[in-house]
């Protein structure tokens, strides 16, 4: 299992720009695939962007350009740096861990993007 905590949390205003770090602890070296997915109000939880453990990348499209994730193994952190937010960006935010053995989740950080 690992343990992760979001960190970034914030209100920002259309066109502005956040980054979120999420820090992984417990069994770190077994962590395959990292992700971030977010859940608007009546909305399901859905991937924004995930990157495995050789650092390949993936991202919903309603984010490709704007979404950026990284990983760093030696902090054992990741990061998404969002760019050109939008209003409907605004979520909860949850880091994600996955291994051979478990999918464990954050406790999830909102974000807030005005109009």
């Known amino acids: 299992q690992v343990q992760l905590v979001e960190s970034g949390r914030g209100l920002v205003q259309a066109g502005g720009s956040l980054r979120l770090s999420c820090a992984a602890s417990?069994?770190?070296?077994?962590?395959?695939?990292m992700a971030w997915y977010r859940q608007a109000p009546g909305n399901e939880r859905e991937l924004a962007a995930r990157?495995?453990?050789?650092?390949?990348?993936n991202y919903a499209d309603s984010v490709k350009g704007r979404f950026a994730i990284s990983r760093d193994n030696a902090k054992n952190t990741v990061y998404l740096q969002m760019s050109s937010l939008k209003p409907e960006d605004t979520a909860v935010y949850y880091c994600?861990?996955?291994?051979?053995?478990?999918?464990?989740w954050g406790q999830g950080t909102q974000v807030t993007v005005s109009s």
């Open positions: 994600y861990a996955q291994g051979p053995w478990f999918r464990n």
């Open positions: 417990g069994s770190i070296r077994s962590i395959l695939d």
């Open positions: 990157i495995t453990n050789d650092g390949s990348t």
